[in-house]
């Protein structure tokens, strides 16, 4: 080859730095030019931000109620209308009438009125994750209601109940996961060091397991929580379960890893200076691969969230009080529900852009997984 | 070549062997047993006390009072020599009963998801290995990345809601209203055939882009070889070059993972059925999930797995008659 291969320098002061970078250095590098993995991971940090002070983002509580605006359209804020132009971003206030013939409560736009949408304002008291009392919430308005993306059957404002569920969801996908893979370690490890009758019950254990429909899976084992547990008892249960089913493609590919690895020298060497098996496991085998298991971590990733909101969605996840995106998404269940309320499909944009944030960092991780390769175009 | 098919079998029947305690085990993992749900559906609304030791009856009536590996003995030989697989509380008729009638229109489903799969993905994948890095390309990716995105359910609602706001049908069921009741004609057939082209779409949707994305990968690789350079110089027209080598081989890792795809369909089924109202054994599984019909429940588990592991020898066997290396080691 001629030319220098992109990402390895020939000489001057780019080479001094190229060449005394740490491992992790060259993947930041080769993963911050993947453009599509960076707007990825910035996506899912935003997610994961909103989750996480869903209290503060959410203008209301998830289950606050609006009587008078019962299946309302999304309330866009808007800058300028029939009276004019205006800087601060302003919603029409609703009001009610009502129906002359079925006298039920009907909400009208009133578009003579201005609510002026204003940021840090005084709102439902919340305690920030459960400990700290607060009022503040990032943004609302000072007299009646926002809803951004409209209300439920309920009254129930969507864009706040999104908030929590972004949490729930996110955060049952990352418990499952780690357990995923804290499994996988644990099981694949065993059966990629030690090889032999273990390896091969092992792996036709995993093979078992693996030859069953995912879903149906996941339906059977959650079908089994008692009807009276708490929704507590749920969430930890059903990330339980997402972990248990997950861990064998993740074992599988760790155990590939780790064979061919077990006959390199450096093991060898390890072994002979004494070191016990689960210490060159530790200390020797895994940092050599540990960018892969992240890898193999981030892709796993949309499986278990789609397996949530699946599960969710069919009844046999999450319950209701408890937010999630399945269980926002039971609401467009029925065809009538969605002639009548299209925003209740909002939940299932969340889903689509984190399943496809986390499929492109994936991608771009494994691109950077191993920085002394030449990239593959 | 029969040595081969007697090994696949017999890994056929000790994987399924396995399956069926898995399953057993997921039956039995509901908290209270079939006594208790039997008598409170039977009994509950009817005003009769039922007192314990009318539960401990049925429980003798089904015997529930044997161990548990005499249970699973029982169970596992009625449908091996009787091919029965239990009752059906919820529907107080035989397991058999319920599942028959929607067994054979899973089947269909599957087969035609499979076909649509195959007859988009491959195509379309050396297309796109042929036109590296055009806009058809890149247009192609984006679709894959979305069919992963969006959960299966999610496209059946949107081309329900499409069918409804734009086209005023109605996508869910099997036959359109003026024909649930008319006896079999090309009409009726016809009319089915269009409903279950819908439910076969979005099923297809996430499997073939999954392949597509398989056969673009081989056959780029392949493209790269000296074999193909070699059959150009000696003059091979360019259909041919492609058709002859490269793509033979882009077929292998699609065939090898037909089990796989069953697997991947099977598992969307259920939600998918459900959200279109299509009467097969995935929808049903979520009821009996959902009522803890638990042998009707275990019935669809083992036949949907039954239905991966036979692909799985499918695949095995147009494997080995692909590729004669296969087949010469005896697998």
Do not use: C
């Amino acid at each position: 080859m001629s030319t220098e291969p992109p990402g390895r320098p020939g000489h001057g002061e780019e080479a001094l730095r190229y060449y005394t970078a740490s491992q992790w250095q060259l993947v930041w590098w080769r993963l911050r030019r993947h453009r599509a993995a960076m707007a990825g991971a910035f996506v899912l940090l935003l997610f994961a931000l909103m989750g996480l002070f869903a209290d503060f983002v959410a203008p209301y509580g998830g289950t606050t109620r609006d009587r008078d605006y019962i299946y309302g359209p999304p309330q866009i804020p808007r800058f300028r209308d029939g009276n004019g132009f205006s800087f601060r971003p302003f919603v029409h206030a609703l009001k009610t009438e009502r129906d002359p013939v079925t006298l039920r409560k009907i909400a009208r736009i009133d578009t003579g009125k201005r609510r002026y949408i204003y940021f840090f304002v005084k709102g439902e008291p919340y305690r920030l994750f459960g400990l700290v009392p607060a009022r503040t919430r990032l943004f609302g308005v000072r007299e009646g209601k926002i809803h951004l993306f409209g209300t439920d059957d309920l009254g129930r404002d969507l864009f706040s109940r999104l908030m929590y569920a972004t949490g729930v969801s996110l955060s049952i996908g990352v418990l499952g996961v780690l357990l995923a893979g804290g499994l996988a370690l644990v099981i694949g490890g065993i059966a990629g060091y030690f090889g032999g009758w273990i390896d091969y019950g092992i792996q036709r254990f995993t093979e078992i397991v693996r030859v069953v429909p995912v879903i149906p899976l996941y339906m059977g084992l959650a079908a089994a929580f008692p009807r009276e547990w708490s929704n507590i008892q749920v969430y930890f249960a059903m990330t339980v379960i997402l972990g248990l089913v997950g861990w064998p493609t993740l074992a599988r590919r760790l155990r590939g890893h780790l064979l061919a690895q077990r006959n390199e020298d450096y093991v060898l060497a390890a072994r002979l200076s004494g070191a016990s098996s689960a210490w060159i496991i530790r200390k020797h085998m895994l940092p050599s691969f540990t960018s892969y298991i992240i890898v193999d971590v981030v892709i796993s990733f949309p499986y278990v969230i789609l397996s949530e909101t699946a599960l969710s969605f069919i009844g046999l996840g999450l319950r209701p009080p408890t937010m999630s995106w399945g269980i926002l998404l039971q609401d467009a269940q029925n065809v009538r529900a969605i002639e009548q309320a299209p925003w209740l499909f909002l939940p299932a944009l969340f889903v689509i852009v984190a399943v496809l944030a986390f499929t492109v960092l994936g991608d771009g991780l494994r691109d950077a997984a191993d920085p002394y390769s030449v990239r593959k175009r | 070549m029969l040595r081969f098919l007697i090994q696949r079998a017999v890994g056929m029947v000790v994987t399924m062997f396995f399956v069926s305690i898995m399953v057993f085990v997921i039956m039995e993992l509901p908290p209270g047993d079939y006594a208790d749900r039997y008598a409170f559906r039977k009994f509950s609304g009817t005003g009769v006390s039922v007192t314990e030791s009318d539960i401990e009856s049925i429980r003798k009536r089904f015997g529930l009072d044997r161990p548990a590996w005499e249970r699973y003995l029982t169970w596992i030989g009625g449908i091996v020599t009787r091919f029965d697989f239990g009752p059906s509380f919820a529907f107080e008729t035989s397991a058999n009963a319920v599942i028959g009638q929607r067994a054979g229109l899973t089947v269909v489903l599957l087969l035609g998801t499979l076909l649509l799969t195959y007859l988009l993905s491959i195509p379309i994948g050396i297309y796109a290995a042929l036109h590296r890095q055009s806009p058809a390309d890149y247009g192609l990716t984006v679709v894959s990345y979305l069919g992963l995105a969006i959960p299966n359910f999610m496209l059946a609602l949107i081309l329900l809601y499409l069918g409804v706001r734009y086209f005023g049908t109605t996508v869910g069921g099997l036959f359109s209203p003026e024909y649930t009741q008319a006896p079999w004609s090309w009409g009726k057939f016809a009319d089915l055939l269009r409903h279950l082209l819908v439910p076969a779409v979005v099923l297809a949707w996430s499997a073939t882009a999954l392949q597509l994305q398989t056969v673009r990968a081989t056959m780029s690789d392949e493209l790269a070889k000296l074999y193909v350079d070699a059959a150009r110089a000696r003059g091979l027209p360019e259909w041919k070059v492609i058709l002859k080598y490269p793509a033979r081989l882009a077929i292998n890792p699609v065939v090898s993972t037909i089990g796989f795809d069953v697997n991947r369909i099977f598992s969307e089924l259920p939600i998918v059925a459900l959200v279109m109202s299509l009467p097969e054994l995935g929808e049903l599984l979520i009821k009996s999930f959902l009522d803890l019909d638990m042998y009707v429940a275990g019935a669809i588990l083992l036949m949907l797995t039954a239905i991966i592991v036979f692909m799985n020898f499918v695949s095995d066997v147009v494997l080995a008659l692909l590729d004669p290396r296969i087949r010469l080691e005896g697998g």
